[in-house]
């Protein structure tokens, strides 16, 4: 979206059959209106169709080399109806490309006068980082916040809150799938680990939950029962348990999802993930896990709806795991 607002251009989302349907879980009018611009942002689907079923990429200007489209991902588009001529390297004597490129370099080198450009995967792009991350964004609007959950799931996290939290709660985002081998590789090249055993885990949790009145901690993890029950066993506050709470699995009989319900997204995975980062940027507190770019998200989105405070951390503050297992 800084890309396209950079070159002056509007922004075609891809399709759903190539990458993702981003409406389910953005709310694209809310963009519309703030930028006071009907069609600023079109689906790939109505574009393809003011264009009789075809669309013709004049140029692919490559952020990474060769724009980071495999041959598998090629001949998804192809089959979309989507064709081009060839893709140009934007960064031709720098393969690697350039690791903190300025928005003027940005305009000199996609600059084009013809009607559609593609710039491929812009993932790693590090472009204008204050800029960007600034409260508000970088594009001038005249809302709060530009980019905004899609109302059904805010709507749907008010409800579980409603339901389950109430005003004054802990939001906890603790990852572990993947990031104990990923800590431990890491430590053995002396870079920094952040898996932390859950005895110690729960020390750190407490020392924040302590500096609040919350007596519930909103848990969203993709640990096992087995280390969320340890956990919940060891989060006593004042001779008081401290409850984790976690998203329960759709209930007929229950109506806080209802509005997730009724479009067909309780099984849609980026939807659910949307969701509990929107109940954790409601929460009074947060508690996020260090390296994980979700967590970096909900920081963004705190930020961004003035609900950050100064208790918001990552777990633990920096501490070293008490154990490291050695690399097998």
Same mark, same amino acid.
């Given at each position: 979206?800084?890309?396209?607002?950079?070159? =002056?251009?509007?922004?075609?989302?891809?399709?759903?059959?190539?990458?993702?349907?981003?409406?389910?879980?953005?709310?694209?009018?809310?963009?519309?209106?703030?930028?006071?611009?009907? +069609?600023?942002?079109?689906?790939?689907?109505?574009? %393809?169709? @003011?264009?009789?079923?075809?669309?013709?990429?004049?140029?692919?200007?490559?952020?990474?080399? +060769?724009?980071? &489209?495999?041959?598998?991902?090629?001949?998804? %588009?192809?089959?979309?109806?989507?064709?081009?001529?060839?893709?140009?390297?934007?960064?031709?004597?720098?393969?690697?490309?350039?690791?903190?490129?300025?928005?003027?370099?940005?305009?000199?080198? /996609?600059?084009?006068?013809?009607?559609? &450009? =593609?710039? $491929?995967?812009?993932?790693?792009?590090?472009?204008?980082?204050?800029?960007?991350?600034?409260?508000?964004? *970088?594009?001038?609007?005249?809302?709060? #916040?530009?980019?905004? *959950?899609?109302?059904? &799931?805010?709507?749907?996290?008010?409800?579980?809150?409603?339901?389950? %939290? $109430?005003?004054? /709660?802990?939001?906890?985002?603790?990852?572990?799938? !993947?990031?104990?081998?990923?800590?431990?590789?890491?430590?053995?090249?002396?870079?920094?680990?952040?898996?932390?055993?859950?005895?110690?885990?729960?020390?750190? &949790?407490?020392?924040?939950?302590?500096?609040?009145?919350?007596?519930?901690?909103?848990?969203?993890?993709?640990?096992?029962?087995?280390?969320?029950?340890? %956990?919940?066993?060891?989060?006593?506050? @004042? =001779?008081?348990?401290? #409850?984790?709470?976690?998203? *329960?699995?759709?209930?007929?009989?229950?109506?806080?999802?209802?509005?997730?319900?009724?479009?067909?997204?309780?099984? +849609?995975?980026?939807?659910?993930?949307?969701?509990?980062?929107?109940?954790?940027?409601?929460? #009074?507190?947060?508690?996020?896990? *260090? $390296?994980?770019?979700?967590?970096? @998200?909900?920081?963004?989105?705190?930020?961004?709806?003035?609900?950050? #405070?100064?208790?918001?951390?990552?777990?633990? !503050? !920096?501490?070293?795991?008490?154990?490291?297992?050695?690399?097998?």
């Amino acid at each position: 979206m800084f890309f396209a607002a950079l070159l =002056g251009r509007k922004l075609i989302l891809p399709s759903p059959d190539f990458d993702y349907s981003y409406e389910r879980v953005l709310n694209i009018t809310h963009i519309a209106d703030c930028l006071g611009i009907a +069609d600023i942002v079109i689906s790939f689907d109505s574009f %393809l169709h @003011d264009h009789d079923g075809h669309l013709h990429v004049n140029k692919f200007l490559c952020y990474m080399h +060769d724009c980071y &489209i495999d041959k598998e991902h090629e001949e998804k %588009l192809k089959h979309l109806g989507v064709s081009w001529d060839k893709k140009v390297e934007v960064w031709p004597h720098d393969p690697d490309y350039p690791s903190h490129p300025h928005a003027a370099e940005i305009v000199e080198k /996609f600059a084009s006068d013809d009607e559609i &450009i =593609g710039v $491929g995967d812009l993932f790693y792009a590090d472009v204008e980082s204050d800029w960007v991350n600034q409260v508000g964004g *970088p594009l001038q609007h005249k809302c709060r #916040s530009l980019i905004q *959950p899609h109302s059904y &799931i805010i709507s749907t996290a008010e409800r579980f809150i409603q339901t389950y %939290l $109430g005003k004054n /709660f802990v939001a906890l985002h603790f990852r572990r799938y !993947g990031f104990l081998t990923f800590c431990n590789e890491n430590s053995e090249k002396g870079h920094e680990c952040h898996f932390y055993p859950i005895p110690q885990a729960a020390e750190c &949790i407490l020392r924040t939950a302590s500096a609040t009145s919350a007596r519930v901690i909103y848990l969203s993890t993709d640990a096992q029962g087995s280390e969320t029950g340890l %956990l919940q066993t060891l989060l006593y506050k @004042d =001779g008081m348990r401290i #409850s984790l709470v976690q998203r *329960p699995d759709h209930d007929g009989g229950e109506k806080w999802d209802s509005p997730l319900a009724r479009h067909g997204l309780l099984n +849609d995975k980026e939807v659910i993930a949307m969701l509990d980062k929107t109940i954790c940027s409601m929460s #009074s507190t947060f508690i996020g896990s *260090p $390296g994980s770019t979700f967590s970096v @998200d909900i920081l963004r989105m705190r930020n961004e709806w003035g609900t950050s #405070s100064s208790c918001d951390q990552y777990l633990c !503050g !920096g501490e070293k795991p008490d154990f490291v297992a050695g690399v097998s």
